[in-house]
DNA sequence: GTAACTGCAAAATATTTGCATCCTT
DNA sequence: AAGGATGCAAATATTTTGCAGTTAC
């Protein structure tokens, strides 16, 4: 619970229910989460507006990052090394089970780096991989 | 533009002219397109509904697949290979264009294997590359 | 001719914006 | 007390569904 307000603080949020209760759940979870889950775990407690503004907020100040999906959906991870450095560093590999749907972020698997054709200048890489998780197996 | 159909009869799909339009579009252009791309470049001669029932029905059939994006969009994209098979090979880096915006396949860049922590079982991997692309470097 | 595809209407869902009120500092 | 955050209402955007008419084969 320190933690939580820490982060809020360092980032110079003002601390409100929302705020500490969203985050919480971040923190509280290994996987990812979508704007549907956060409204279903914190029992519509909050105005829809409010958790957008919330997550809107959390990805400004780099608190949380969102993952790519191949569905229309949007998953945001907050991930431990990059809070508490208080920037990002989401260069490593998430993981998508296809049993229990969660996403992880793998934090000791780094994206490797690959070699592209003349002319592409890489600047950021991120990599999914879909299987069955360690829970699941 | 036989290419074109043969895709289609290949696939067992009636040749129409939203098929036929939206899947030229694919062809003629090496970037994936996201729905609200493929409205405007038809002109929106053809009604939304069919656009998404004609990307669905070709997502099915394996001519196009979806890539991964980091907001809440959904790109489509048609890899040569995958179409000339008739099924799906989409391991492949996806690039993202930071500055035309435009995602294209690396067809010749695959996926690098990664080596995961125990008891993950990896299924499927997918690669996205954020940076300046080979026109607008 | 028949099955399948399209367009229109409308429903359902998701996201954004404005504003008055309430809460944090 | 002041600035920012929240909730509500409503506007906007996106996606899905049903159905009647049309088209491909």
Do not use: D, L, R
């Given at each position: 619970m320190e933690l939580l307000l820490d982060i809020l603080k360092r980032n110079g949020l003002s601390v409100t229910e929302s705020r500490k209760s969203i985050l919480a759940l971040f923190l509280q979870r290994e996987a990812a989460l979508a704007h549907a889950d956060i409204e279903k775990s914190t029992n519509e407690s909050f105005d829809r507006v409010t958790v957008y503004r919330t997550l809107q907020t959390f990805v400004e100040k780099g608190i949380i990052h969102n993952i790519?999906?191949?569905d229309n959906s949007i998953l945001y991870a907050l991930c431990k090394d990059n809070?508490?450095?208080g920037h990002h560093h989401d260069n490593h590999v998430h993981f998508i089970c296809t049993d229990c749907e969660?996403?992880?972020c793998l934090e000791d698997v780094t994206v490797?780096?690959?070699k592209l054709p003349?002319?592409?200048?890489?600047h950021h890489a991120a990599m999914i991989v879909k299987g069955i998780c360690d829970d699941c197996k």
């Open positions: 790519p999906t191949t809070c508490e450095e969660k996403t992880i490797p780096h690959v003349k002319g592409f200048k890489p």
